[in-house]
């Protein structure tokens, strides 16, 4: 299991004490939420505020461009850092847009994942899960953090994980949205192997946060 903190919830005064926390955590991936104000109604982090995350820790950057035009932004996004891209299914017009993005953000030696919005099925990915590094399932609506887990998400999870059995796939399931230690359990159970947590744990104690998180695999 990989817990990657959403630096969506940082308290941006405080940014290198944070991320020292974080690295002294189990956690291994920092993710990161790029919004274009455009494809979701919010505005985010633009490549030099990642550049600047990228020279001040080593942890694994999972970048989610949440964008109008993926293709343009996800090289952007590897320019400055990223060790993993997820772009929307919904952004592009067709199937073979798709493939074509996971494929070229993999030949840049990088990590390609992709997600949906609730309301999409989450049937439309299985066709590229022996491309993808990663699914992305959102239990909130892309766009803001601190909003309340949709359990019905879960249901999606595992759907994916049995596709992803059948098809004997390495692609991971990542979950993001209102993930707390209660939630972060049912996600876990479900088949989730990255739990992304914000307000959980940076409106927390960071450490303790991530600890409890980490200790609900073992149950």
């Known amino acids: 299991m990989i817990i990657a903190p959403s630096i969506l919830s940082m308290d941006f005064s405080k940014i290198p004490q944070q991320l020292s926390e974080v690295e002294k955590s189990p956690a291994k991936w920092l993710h990161v939420d790029i919004m274009d104000g455009h494809f979701v109604p919010n505005l985010t982090f633009g490549p030099d ?12 950057l999972d970048v989610h461009i949440m964008v109008s035009d993926p293709v343009t932004f996800a090289d952007v996004f590897i320019q400055a850092g990223a060790d993993l891209i997820t772009f929307h299914y919904e952004a592009l017009e ?6 074509d993005l996971i494929r070229k953000i993999k030949s840049k030696g990088k990590k390609a994942g992709l997600s949906l919005r609730p309301a999409t099925p989450i049937q439309l990915l299985f066709p590229f899960l022996n491309e993808l590094d990663l699914v992305l399932v959102m239990s909130v609506n892309p766009g803001f953090g601190g909003q309340a887990f949709m359990p019905e998400a879960l249901v999606k999870v595992t759907m994916l994980k049995r596709q992803i059995k059948l098809m004997e796939s390495q692609c991971l399931i990542e979950i993001d949205g209102g993930i707390n230690q209660d939630t972060g359990t049912m996600a876990l159970n479900s088949g989730v192997d990255v739990l992304v947590a914000g307000s959980y744990v940076f409106k927390n104690n960071i450490g303790e946060a991530i600890k409890n998180l980490w200790e609900n695999q073992s149950h």
């Open 94 to 99: 067709d199937s073979k847009a798709v493939l």
């Open 49 to 60: 505020f990642v550049k600047s995350i990228r020279t001040q820790t080593s942890l694994f």
